[in-house]
């Protein structure tokens, strides 16, 4: 029995269309991440499982126990779904302390002695690095420890599911880094099942063990980090997920066995990459597409190897960003963003050979 199955909801408000009928089953103990840039319906989604938005259509149910049915009449109410929820907001009462916070959740279940309340959100705080802060006000604590409170406080409950609607958002770089590091261990330790949301294609890269890319209220690809990252299915999707250079043109050649195809631009620049499993039947010779690469796959050459792709170019800027440097790279009129190490040479006039392996080009589908 999975955790979670939505099963074809859609959500409607007015004239727009938030939700087009998507379908997700979430597995115990899986981190999957709803990934996509605002008004995708990532949150819309999420909302729903909780029972704050009601779909129009489909259902939805919670460890085998239907939650949602609009064929069937069945809603029901947030407080009765037994899920814990993280808001971007923090959301924790001002006026009480951290302890009476996270002890919130439990003061209205019947056969909970004061004794083991404490406990257990004592053992709750210790666990998400909050141990002596009981008696502290709430509001005299940092943003990333109002944080772990709002987190402490869904947690203490020992719900079915944990939701988090972009809880790291509001936190400034290193912390929301030391923040992705925390949740993702304490995820492990305890086995919680947990739906993220979020806009930040990092954030969804280090935590997921499956992320859900959504895009007009759809579903447009899922898998794992890796997968998504270095398997795109769309423009789209290698886009909004890290970086990429794109070239539109037209298939030249294209051998089906392989999926090797060659791609030539308008302006002449041929690209020979793989086309994904997904879209070998859609895409064909003579028709358009665009070869998508990604920054950190263009190599500088001197020596480039016989079966890569091989391209003569100028460095037009050179950005020092630390540990590596990020170059605008112009060829035959197409510009390329290249990352090298920090301490790679370039020559003085900036013509270079610039190369990369056929297996990290992807060509997709056209806009």
């Not at 009601?54 to 029901?76: C, H, W, Y």
């Not at 109410?77 to 808001?87: D, I, K, T, W």
Request: glycine letters at 8%; aromatic letters at 6%.
């Amino acid at each position: 029995m999975d955790a979670i199955v939505i099963d074809h909801i859609s959500k409607r408000y007015g004239d727009v269309t938030a939700l087009h009928e998507i379908s997700l089953t979430v597995a115990h103990g899986e981190f999957v991440t709803l990934l996509g840039p605002s008004g995708c319906g990532k949150t819309t989604t999420l909302r729903s499982i909780a029972g704050l938005e009601k779909p129009d259509t489909g259902r939805i149910l919670i460890e085998g126990q239907e939650m949602f049915s609009a064929e069937n009449g069945t809603f029901v109410q947030p407080e009765h779904r037994h899920l814990g929820m993280v808001f971007q907001s923090y959301a924790i009462w001002p006026h009480m302390t951290v302890f009476q916070n996270v002890a919130y959740a439990l003061t209205s279940r019947r056969g909970k002695s004061r004794a083991d309340v404490r406990a257990q959100v004592e053992k709750c705080l210790e666990l998400v690095g909050l141990g002596g802060f009981g008696d502290r006000p709430a509001t005299k604590l940092s943003g990333g420890q109002q944080q772990r409170v709002a987190l402490a406080r869904s947690l203490v409950a020992e719900p079915r599911v944990l939701l988090l609607d972009e809880p790291l958002s509001n936190l400034d770089a290193k912390l929301r880094e030391r923040m992705r590091f925390e949740l993702k261990n304490l995820q492990k330790r305890l086995g919680f099942t947990a739906i993220y949301v979020t806009h930040d294609q990092a954030e969804a890269l280090a935590l997921s063990d499956r992320i859900v890319v959504m895009s007009g209220g759809r579903i447009i690809q899922q898998g794992g980090s890796r997968a998504i990252y270095n398997e795109p299915q769309s423009r789209f999707v290698v886009d909004f997920v890290g970086q990429a250079n794109f070239v539109d043109g037209t298939i030249t050649a294209f051998n089906r066995q392989t999926r090797v195809a060659e791609l030539r631009s308008d302006k002449g620049l041929r690209v020979i990459g793989i086309i994904p499993p997904g879209l070998a039947d859609s895409l064909a010779e003579g028709g358009a597409a665009t070869a998508a690469v990604r920054p950190e796959d263009i190599h500088i050459n001197i020596d480039v190897p016989s079966d890569h792709n091989a391209w003569h170019a100028k460095v037009e800027s050179d950005l020092f960003l630390g540990n590596m440097r990020e170059l605008m790279i112009e060829t035959s009129g197409h510009s390329f963003k290249v990352q090298i190490s920090s301490e790679q040479a370039i020559p003085a006039d900036g013509m270079v050979r610039l190369s990369s392996a056929p297996s990290a080009i992807r060509i997709l589908a056209p806009r």
